[in-house]
């Protein structure tokens, strides 16, 4: 699946997955056919880091 370039794009799609859909970054990245590792890696870029308690990304 390709993804959003812009990170606060990417945040709001990836949260709103997390939210509705899936229990966890995981589970979404299986599902979607999205590498977990560049999904962080993009998001931690973006200031962002996934917070598993809450299961979704918050301002780092």
Not at 53 to 58: G, L, W, Y
């Amino acid at each position: 699946m390709r993804l959003p370039e812009d990170g606060e794009l990417l945040l709001s799609c990836v949260n709103t997955w997390l939210r509705d859909f899936y229990s966890d970054i995981y589970e979404l990245c299986e599902d979607r056919d999205i590498d977990s590792d560049e999904l962080l890696s993009r998001l931690e870029a973006a200031g962002y880091s996934y917070d598993k308690e809450h299961n979704r990304f918050v301002k780092t």
